[in-house]
């Protein structure tokens, strides 16, 4: 299949490796790494010339990125910690629409700081959650995977990082096919 990859984070940079190994990537397209991020623009840009795709730097919807990905002739869009709400303008142009991954269990948890939400909130557990975006909306449509995590009373939000980064790129992979 052929996939544009959207977003930031080491999460995703490691799901577009695994990817690759059974898919094409035809673009990878990301915005300015926080701080805390393992990997960054640079890396991901390093990347697309080893997966020789396009690759394109941005934090904006506009003419040239509906340009970029019209190009990649791209089914599917895998996303993680993208910087805006995607519209139908966007999420339209792929046959399979754009699955994000959540780190969160949808629909109870929407939004950012999730696990740290969970964890205040003594929940049992906490998911990876795969699922195909909404147009105009955050961490919601419909469910396709969940990885959960039990929660203990020494669990710390290293050991969920860990658990996530672990488990992003399988379930993924596994949606995908």
């Known amino acids: 299949m052929r ?3 959207l977003g930031r984070t080491e999460y995703l940079f490691d799901t577009a490796e695994t990817l690759a190994k059974e898919h094409e990537i035809t673009a990878i397209i990301t915005a300015k790494a926080m ?5 960054n ?23 040239k990125l ?3 990905i019209k190009k990649s002739k791209a089914e599917v869009c895998i ?10 303008d966007i999420i339209g142009l792929f046959k399979h629409g754009i699955l994000n ?10 939004g950012n700081a999730v696990i740290n939400w969970a964890i205040l909130n003594n929940e049992k557990q906490i998911a990876v959650t795969i699922h195909r975006m909404v147009p105009g909306e955050i961490d ?5 995977k969940k990885k959960y995590m039990q929660l203990g009373s020494n669990t710390t939000i290293g050991d969920i990082t860990a658990f996530c980064r672990e488990y992003t790129p399988q379930l993924f992979t596994e949606t995908v096919n």
């Open 3 to 5: 996939i544009v990859i």
């Open 35 to 39: 701080p805390e991020y393992g990997k």
């Open 41 to 63: 623009e640079n890396d991901f840009e390093v990347l697309s010339k080893k997966l020789n795709c396009i690759f394109y730097n941005t934090n904006r919807i506009d003419d």
């Open 66 to 68: 509906i340009e970029v």
């Open 79 to 88: 996303s993680l910690n993208w910087v805006t709400v995607l519209n139908e």
């Open 101 to 110: 991954a959540h780190f969160g269990d949808l629909p109870s948890y929407r």
């Open 140 to 144: 919601s449509g419909a469910i396709l």
